[in-house]
């Protein structure tokens, strides 16, 4: 199996952005040492939930601390931005990265984050499709031109062009949507699977999209999928219990109250206020663990990602720092995954 890490990085109440940031970054210098194949980083915007506003600058600034360690975009919410610009800093980062770069895609969340940048909700899969096929033909093509009722393109040349050939390896991230799935496979690209969904609804999706593309007359095999999962390991199942109770109720808030909000964010509210006052509780910490989630033992956690391996898992990413767990903590899990679980799945 191949391993990576993929993490929000997340911005709980009373945390430093900077030692957030600095965290980040050594966590995923470790995961290079310890021999993680990539390492994923979200966007969001305007939300605690996760301070990736550009996961682009970000995947640049870790390529330039790292060596070897592939850097995706898990994802890019390419209907927000011009496509001619997210073509431009792929291209960049790609070159910059040595050619390192895993270029996610998705329409990401509605709700505040369309709002703040006044894009339709209606219009994100329109824009998604026309923007990726705006990035790719830039990658690829000498005087581009496209037209479409969102972006006109007439005989652009991208510069610096992307340093891998024919363009970086381009993952979607589907979840519901049947249209983005038909999307993904009628151009091409692979599927990357999201901690948002639950496991087995991921594993269906997957399933479902390995059945479509070979359909297609595509080969794209369950082994070539990312699958992410929030995942801990521990000495003892107490310890993982007392460990990540509170940070994946953090988790589970965060996504329940972000949903309820239709201007602004919660980001200068407290998520403490929000709980006293709330009519109704989201899925807490005992449904993320066992529904999106490899948490335990070594051999709990071996056991888990086996069984995903069963239905042809065989590329999983952990986030391991969620909720603002420690980083101690998020060291010591990363370290156990890599000695005690990791040996008996490649």
């Known amino acids: ?23 980040t970054t050594e966590q995923i210098q470790y ?6 194949r990539g390492a994923w980083l979200a966007e969001h915007h305007f939300t605690r939930y996760s301070m990736v506003s550009s996961s682009l600058v970000l995947a640049s600034y870790i390529a330039a601390r790292t ?8 994802v890019v919410v390419s209907p927000l931005h011009n496509p001619i610009q997210v073509a431009e800093d792929t291209a960049m980062a790609d070159l910059l990265s040595g050619g390192r770069l895993d270029v996610g895609f998705g329409r990401g969340t509605t709700g505040y984050e369309y709002s703040g940048y006044n894009v339709d909700p209606a219009e994100s899969q329109k824009r998604f499709q026309d923007s990726l096929k705006i990035v790719q033909g830039l990658w690829t093509t000498p005087d581009f031109s496209y037209q479409s009722p969102f972006y006109t393109i007439n005989r652009l040349n991208l510069v610096p062009p992307p340093l891998q050939k024919p363009h970086p ?17 009628a151009q091409g690209y692979n599927l990357c699977i999201a901690v948002v969904q639950d496991t087995a609804d991921a594993l269906d999706l997957c399933q479902r999209f390995v059945a479509r593309a070979r359909e297609a007359g595509l080969e794209r095999p369950m082994a070539q999928i ?16 007392r460990d990540t109770a509170g ?23 407290r998520m403490d206020d929000w709980r006293r006052t709330r009519s109704e509780s989201p899925q807490g910490s005992a449904y993320l663990a066992q529904h999106r989630a490899v948490i335990g033992t070594p051999e709990q956690c071996v056991a888990q990602i086996q069984a995903l391996r069963a239905h042809g898992i065989e590329y999983f990413g952990g986030n391991f720092d969620f909720g603002g767990m420690e980083p101690e903590k998020v060291r010591r899990s990363m370290d156990l995954f890599a000695t005690e679980v990791m040996p008996h799945l490649q």
């Open 1 to 23: 199996m191949q391993f990576a890490l993929f993490t929000h990085v997340p911005w709980p109440e009373d945390t430093d952005l900077p030692r957030i940031m600095a965290q």
């Open 169 to 185: 390896p381009i993952y979607i991230a589907a979840t519901r949507t049947p249209a983005t799935l038909e999307f993904a496979i």
């Open 247 to 269: 940070k994946l109720d953090w988790v589970a808030d965060i996504m329940h109250w972000r949903r309820l909000i239709t201007e602004g964010s919660e980001v200068y509210q």
């Open 226 to 241: 990312p699958f992410f999962r929030y995942c801990y390991v521990g000495e003892t199942a107490e310890q993982v219990q």
């Open 67 to 74: 060596t070897t360690i592939r850097v995706g975009t898990a």
């Open 31 to 36: 995961a290079e040492s310890l021999g993680f």
